[in-house]
């Protein structure tokens, strides 16, 4: 800490610590501090009235948000995204008004009595998994090829070609595999499988930079020299250009589960808001129907730790530590 | 006899990077086949509309141009903000301890492992209870904690190439703190500052996730271009497929024509 003020000065230094106090703080503990507390407070409704009022509200909602789903008039949509507002607002007012939240903490928001939940979870986790490998197997020769090509070419015109997809706008990307994917056209239910093209499609890119990042640097002379002495194919990419590799296929793989695990565009997009087994989706359509904040705070808490812990688990499956990644490497 | 059989993997690998490429640039025939409208849709009997209507529909559009005009402005305060923000927690980071700096990296990178729905979420239910309730402002907020990591990321990168000697050369022979900065850690760090911004800028534009959490019902483009996607199919939204995939097309050209008249040059 007194070396940043050591090194910059005592005006300057203070501007740093000021910025990185603000960043962490305010942009980072604050939120998950408030998250977390959040998901740890019921809200309960006192007066039955009050509990019919918010019902009504609750129906308003509903139906409205049904007419802006059909209404194709931008005017209209318009109009219904004025009362959906209004009665949004007023929902959380009567809320606020006739329902107080609990007086201790408790984890009422965590129960999962139908099982939804950690169905979901685990259905989530195993869709993750499944893409994070079949991306590995696919990016894999492309990241390879492209660090091979950057090494010779002054542009590196096939890393370009990997990233130049990606400047499409993702909604629009993912409607444009909904529109071939979809059985029945657009408006017709979007299946849940056709989810894995467009999750890998999105989830490419964290795959290839990490890997391309890892074996930019790599000497090609000693697959040379390996080859030279006799050594296979399949040998000297076992023992030279996988173990170069690992800390990129390690950050990459985590990079595509966290990602395809977390995202919420991919299935919300491709099942048109109507699939039930996806975690982020759920944690979603809770967010977008109640005011109750708490229920959603709790999905929000277990989808970040389910997340975190197989993210650290992938990483213990690569043989390495998470401090391998970071700019300075782990202690030995 | 490994003559042969590498001849046969480059092949193999060659076929494997076209298939890839074909199915990373998929999408942009896709919606530029589109963008008559309604021609994947066998349920629907106006049949294709034209382009010209559908590009019409797009600019009519209050809600998606209102977007336009949210996501611009939270494109630039975002930028604003992460490129400070990074610089100073790359600067801090460079001056700390190891295990110090480990920690601070951490939280730093924190968000970005987080789900940005949840990132969103959090950054609502916090701030809303702050009292802020503009739409504009808690998509700042959402945002800013994950791009500035981004943004710290490679202001290290471009302070690990720094030539330590420098520095200590110039506190040996006495230089104050502002030398110091000004002519030796400013200069190799200025050509970043652009990247950096722009980087921001488009990672800010294209968030979906962290910014439809926090946003509310006023939303930014992307977000909005996403409740319509799912809400079904509009002309507005073919000829915004349109408009989004020609940019990436032209480019693509660009990338080729010149490869190939480096190629032949060189």
Partial sequence: MAEVFRTFGLRLGALIWLLVGVWVIGLVVAPFAGLVARSLVTIETRPVEAGLELRHIADDLASARRDWERATDPERRAELDRRIRLLTDRERWTMRQTSEPSAEPNLANYADPAGVRSRALLTTLGLSLLITAV???????????????????????????????????????????????????????????????????????????????????????????????????????????????????????????????????????????????????????????????????????????ASLFAAVLLFRLFGLRLCDVTPWRCRP | MTEPRRHFVAILRDLHVGVGLLFLFAPLPI????????????????????????????????????????????????????????????????????????????????????????????????????????????????????????????????????DRTLERAAVDLGAPPTLVLRHIFAPHLAPMVPIAAILAFVLSFGDHDATIAAVGTDRTFVTELSTRIVAGPSPAIDAAGLVGAVPVIVALLVVVVRARTTRHRG
Avoid at chain 1, 276 to 289: E, G
Avoid at chain 2, 73 to 80: D, F, M, P, Q
């Fill in chain 2, 31 to 162: 919606l530029v086949a589109a963008a008559r409208g309604r021609s994947f849709d066998p349920t629907d009997l106006t049949g294709p509309g034209s382009i010209v209507r559908n590009i019409a529909a797009l600019f009519a559009d209050t809600a998606l141009m209102h977007g336009l005009g949210l996501s611009l402005l939270v494109g630039l305060a975002v930028t604003a903000v992460t490129v400070p923000l990074g610089l100073a927690g790359a600067l801090a980071l460079d001056r700390l301890s190891p295990r110090a700096a480990a920690v601070l990296f951490a939280a730093m990178v924190a968000p970005l492992l987080v789900p940005g729905l949840v990132v969103g979420l959090a950054t609502s239910i916090v701030w809303r209870g702050l009292g802020i309730e503009s739409g504009a402002v808690l998509a700042i907020l959402a945002q800013s904690g994950r791009i500035a990591a981004c943004t710290a990321v490679l202001f290290l990168m471009r302070l690990e190439s720094l």
């Fill in chain 1, 135 to 305: 991306a590995l197997v696919a990016c894999w020769p492309l990241a390879w090829a492209a660090a091979l090509a950057s090494r010779r070419a002054r542009v590196p015109l096939l890393l370009v070609a990997l990233v130049l997809p990606y400047g499409l706008l993702e909604p629009l990307r993912l409607h444009a595999w909904d529109l071939v994917l979809s059985p029945t056209g657009p408006d017709g239910l979007g299946s849940a499988w056709s989810m894995l093209p467009a999750m890998i499609h999105s989830g490419a890119i964290f795959m290839i930079l990490p890997i391309f990042a890892a074996l930019v640097r790599f000497d090609r002379r000693l697959i040379d020299t390996a080859r030279d002495l006799g050594a296979s194919h399949s040998r000297i990419h076992a023992r030279i250009v996988l173990p170069q590799a690992a800390p990129g296929l390690a950050v990459g793989a985590a990079a595509t589960f966290l990602f395809s695990f977390g995202s919420l565009a991919v299935p919300w997009i491709m099942t048109h808001d109507r699939g039930s087994d996806d975690f982020a989706l759920l944690l979603w359509q809770r967010v977008a129907t109640t005011a109750d904040e708490g229920i959603a705070a709790a999905y929000a808490v277990s989808a970040t730790a």
